[in-house]
Each structure stands twice: as structure tokens, then as C-alpha cells.
């Protein structure tokens, strides 16, 4: 059956690795029997020029009537003086919530040939493999009340509400065990329940679900120490799950593991693994339009797709080996270049792996 997928290539460098990931898509279409169509729309400030706001109708339909998302990066200088409601990156929270993304999976995976772009001792990251599991529809992110307020003596404050509901844990839980079912077996759940109702609350749950998977080993971390052990010894983790603004923050901290935040994928899924897939790293607008931008983490990000949305794993590692093989031969956008290896620009890059899909 012929899937859809919605192409949402949004601001900045958005465009560029977007162009390159649907380069191999067309490349799986051609010669390997992928069957998809592709569309796209405007998504992020981009559309906010268009049609004076982030989100149009027209787009959100478009996702939501598609099997998976394919989306680049929101946000840009030139956009960041509009009201909350109209910045680039209400659009991403609105497809996320809308579409019910509530597991969201940013593995981090050190390329051998990338040991030395680390910003940490080879030996500290060498052979990194962790996964983490980040909660993506609540927490601090969505909860309400939210605001600004005027207080009794005048001063204004600015307010948040940190929450999750059983529910929400349990099946973001879930899918953290299930996928350590299929790696290490272990899940290491990350919180502030030495603070925390809502953390108190987090665990709770946690341990309950891990009842159903006596096979994988669960641990309990705070999140400031969960900081620290991820660089002191970041091999120790296999799946980490985590609330949504924990798990943003963590996320962040684990790509630079891997050398370059250009490399990482991320795959945003509903109940029924309808997906949105994006790399983790931004729109990056002072390196926009320059043929720069380093587009693995996109193309990676429609290996997952492949991988979980549109059931074609052997694509997908079709992918993965190529992006390896193209690593192999040194070739490097700027994000990884280190002395020795092909500098190369974003379009090359693309080229390179797409010719490499053997
Ligand atoms: C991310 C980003 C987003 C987030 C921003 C752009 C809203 O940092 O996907 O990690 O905070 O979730
Ligand atoms: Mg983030």
C-alpha cells in the first residue's frame, strides 16, 4: 500500500537538509521499491509569512492526513520579536500536540569514524549507544495555568504548571520498556521526585509499568545527577525516559556527546506509531542558504521513519549503512570536519549517501 508522507522542510536550514533527505527518498522510490507519495507545505515563520501564521489549517490537515512527517526546523532571528502565539515554534508544540506525539525518541550514536569530534575523551564516548525517550504532550510544556500576572504590590510574575497525569507516564513508560526490550534491557527513569509532586507521581507510575517487564532493568535517577553522569560516564545508560522539559535539556546534552548535533535523528510517535521525524539540532539561521548544513541527522530521521512508521527496517538500514559508508570514504561537512577528512557541503553530502544506497 502506497503511504504518505507530509514534507514540512519549515525555516533556515530547514530547506537544505530537507531537499537532501527527500533526495533519497526519491532515490528508495526509484530503485528499491519504496512505495510513498510526498507533499509538502509550509510550516514555522515561513508559513508566517505566507499566511500570518506558523501553523496553517492547510499544513496541519496535511500531517494529519499523512502516515508520517517529515519535518527540517523551525524558528529564525526575523521572527522571534512576535507574540508567543505566532512564533515558529508554537507551530512544532501545535503538530505535536495535535498529532498526540507523546513518545519521543532521540537515540544518541557515536559513528566510530566521529570519536574525535567529540568534545570528550575518546575512551569516555567510544561505542555510545543510548536512547533517550522524552515525553513530548505534557509536562511544563502544555500544563495550565499558565501566564503572566499582576501581583497585589504591582510586580508582575510569570507562571508555569508542571503536571503529568497517570496515563500519560504509563504509556510513555511503555514505550521506553518496549525498546529496551530490544536493546540492552535497561531503562533508567529520569525525575525530581526529591522535589517534585509531579516527579513523586512519575516514579510511581514508572515502577508499576516495569512490573510488566520483569526482563528489563529499571533504575531511578535525578535529573541534575543524570546532568552529570552523562558526561562523566555516559556509557552506563541504555534507555532513559523522561518528562518533556527534563528530556528536552537532556537531549541537548547527549548529542554533543556524539560530536555534532547535526547527526542526530528523532522520531515523534503517536499510539499507532504514526510519526513525526526531524533531526534534534535548529533551523540554524546564520548558516542558512550556504550549502552547509550537515543533513545526516534529517536523512537518519527517515530511517527511523522507515524503521518505525513505514515497516521497511531493510531501507532503513540501507540508509544507515550508507551514511556509514560515506563516513568511511571522509567525507565531512563542516559540523565534523577534523583535519585530514573531504570538507563537503550539504548538497555533496546528500549526493554522496544517496549515491551510496546500494
Ligand atoms: C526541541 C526544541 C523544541 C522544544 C523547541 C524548538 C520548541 O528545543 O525539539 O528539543 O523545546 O521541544
Ligand atoms: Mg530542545
Not at 532503513?316 to 563537503?344: C, F, H, N, P, W
Request: hydrophobic share 45%; aromatic share 6%; charged share 25%.
Amino acid at each position: 500500500m502506497t503511504k504518505k508522507i507530509a514534507v514540512l522542510p519549515g525555516d533556515g536550514i530547514g530547506h537544505e537538509v530537507t531537499a537532501e533527505a527527500v533526495k533519497v527518498l526519491e532515490r528508495l522510490r526509484r530503485d528499491f521499491g519504496l512505495k510513498v507519495t510526498m507533499d509538502s507545505a509550509p510550516v514555522g515563520g515561513t508559513a508566517y509569512d505566507v499566511y500570518h501564521h506558523p501553523l496553517p489549517a492547510s499544513t496541519l490537515a496535511l500531517a494529519k492526513q499523512a502516515d508520517a512527517v517529515l519535518l527540517g526546523a523551525v524558528g529564525g532571528y526575523k521572527w522571534d520579536t512576535l507574540p508567543r502565539e505566532l512564533r515558529p515554534e508554537k507551530a512544532l508544540l501545535a503538530l505535536r500536540s495535535e498529532l498526540q506525539l507523546f513518545a519521543n525518541l532521540r537515540p544518541a550514536i557515536l559513528y566510530p569514524q566521529l570519536a574525535s569530534a567529540s568534545t570528550l575523551r575518546a575512551d569516555i564516548v567510544a561505542g555510545l549507544d543510548l536512547l533517550i525517550v522524552r515525553e513530548l504532550t505534557g509536562d511544563i510544556y502544555f500544563g495550565e495555568p499558565r501566564g503572566t500576572r499582576t501581583l497585589a504590590n504591582g510586580e508582575r510574575e510569570g507562571f508555569n504548571t508542571m503536571k503529568y497525569a497517570e496515563h500519560e507516564v504509563e504509556r510513555v513508560a511503555r514505550v521506553a520498556f518496549i525498546a529496551a526490550r530490544k536493546r540492552n534491557k535497561k531503562v533508567c527513569s529520569v525525575d525530581k521526585a526529591n522535589v517534585l509532586e509531579a516527579s513523586g507521581l512519575w516514579r510511581e507510575v514508572v515502577i508499576r509499568v516495569a512490573e510488566d517487564f520483569q526482563d528489563v532493568e529499571l533504575s531511578h535517577m535525578y535529573v541534575d545527577n543524570a546532568a552529570m553522569q552523562l558526561v562523566k560516564a555516559p556509557k552506563q545508560f541504555d534507555v532513559i525516559v523522561t518528562g518533556n522539559i527534563f528530556g528536552d535539556i537532556l537531549s541537548d546534552e547527549a548529542s554533543m556527546l556524539t560530536g555534532s548535533i547535526g547527526m542526530l535523528p528523532s522520531a515523534s510517535l503517536d499510539a499507532q506509531n504514526k510519526g513525526m521525524y526531524e533531526p534534534i539540532h535548529g533551523s540554524a539561521p546564520d548558516i542558512a542558504g550556504k550549502n552547509c548544513a550537515n543533513p545526516i541527522a534529517t536523512i537518519l530521521s527517515v530511517a527511523m521513519m522507515l524503521r518505525y512508521t513505514l515497516g521497511e527496517p531493510m531501507l532503513a538500514e540501507r540508509i544507515e549503512r550508507a551514511v556509514s559508508k560515506v563516513l568511511d570514504q571522509g567525507l565531512r561537512t563542516a559540523d565534523i570536519y577534523t583535519e585530514g577528512m573531504t570538507k563537503v557541503g550539504t548538497k555533496e553530502m546528500g549526493d554522496a549517501i544517496t549515491q551510496g544506497l546500494m
